[in-house]
């Protein structure tokens, strides 16, 4: 009861930029660290206008800042990373990436999703006896990357999460970076570029040009245009968010299940924040089967399209979402997988059977949601109907 009457009569604490003291319940917020933070700004603007943002990574400007001003207690950054199928080749690289990060206030959460390939559980085996900053859990049997992910959810304590593939890498300095903008700013959601690797070898650089700062409908708005990546990897989320969802929210394991994510992820989401450095590397492997189109890839969309159509529905917000899903739907689906089986050099005609077999079914099932005539249009343009 003593503490109550204090927190009442005098009770202070930050929030990114600001500092918050409530006074007999009067709130008073100033900005004491302003002045501080603009002189770090300084310096990191003149190292962007000179195009040297290797410097910045290496720098540990931004640390500065969140070891400073930062007065969260507990973990910064939890990192959950799936594992299935890698060998030591990919592995080892993306754990090294993530456990040398600049940010050392970090946990590391590694789900092997019951991985055939016994290097997976030798190598995770091997750093988390290096590392005690992760948290090695092994599934007894596959349930996909939505169901590891939502593993990995359950298990963290940070303040914020930052989904990483296996077979990826990080900047050193990714989660420093990330995190900063996401406490400075007191945004939902921080998202970055990335590069397409090879090999280890960069072949493409991935930025999506969009307003800085987003709030409110706006963030699904450009959603739902394709102004923000589909990817959940090259996010940080505030924890607190994605718990507002439940624990099970991610679909499982069923291809384009990013999407599926993050478009439910953005119905809650109040804020977000597009900086402009590229902190994660993609690596694209001639082995996966994410690279492959097949049936299971075509029956699989419409699946995660069905279930966001559901998911919406239960959230009693119809109307305004129905443009929402229609452009992603479009977009994300019908031109796309068009685009994907026109391309492919084989059996190309049995693909446009299923595929069209699969759109018909699914608008049939959505007629109600789904602007009918304006799909048909698009697959008769196409030369499927």
Known sequence: MLKKILRFIYHKYDSGLYRIRKIFGIKIVTKPLINKINLLEEKIDKLLINDNRNNIFLSGYYLDYVNNYTNINGIYVSIIVIVYNLGEKYLKPCLESIINQ???????????????????????????????????IKHEKNIGAGGARTTGLKAANGYSLFFVDGDDYLSLNACEIAFYHLIKYDVDVVTFGYFIVNELKIINNIFLEILPL????????????????????????????????????????YRAQDLNANY??????????????????????????????????????????????????????????????????????????????????????????????????????????????????????????
């Open 102 to 136: 600049s940010l050392k206030n970090i946990e590391i959460i590694v789900v092997n999703d019951n991985s055939p390939n016994l290097e997976d559980d030798k190598v995770c085996l091997e750093y988390s006896l290096k590392d005690s900053r992760i948290k090695y």
């Open 214 to 253: 987003l709030y409110g409908k706006t963030i699904i708005e450009l959603f739902s245009l394709s102004k923000i990546n589909p990817s959940l990897w090259n996010k940080l989320y505030k924890r607190d968010l994605l718990l507002k969802l439940g624990n099970d929210f991610m679909v499982t394991p």
């Open 264 to 385: 439910k992820i953005f119905t809650v989401t109040n804020s977000l924040i597009n900086i402009p450095f590229h902190l994660y590397y993609y690596n694209i492997r001639d082995d996966s089967k994410d690279n492959t189109i097949n049936e299971k890839y075509v029956t699989d969309i419409f699946f995660i399209f069905n279930d966001l159509i559901d998911f919406v529905k239960n959230k009693k917000f119809i109307e305004e979402h129905k443009k929402y899903i229609n452009r992603v739907f479009v977009d994300n689906a019908i031109l796309y997988l068009i685009n994907k089986i026109n391309n492919i050099a084989y059996d190309k005609e049995r693909m446009k059977n299923i595929f069209f077999t699969n759109a018909v079914e699914f608008i049939n099932l959505n007629v109600d949601f789904i602007d009918r005539d304006h799909v048909y249009e698009i697959l008769r343009k196409n030369g499927l109907d």
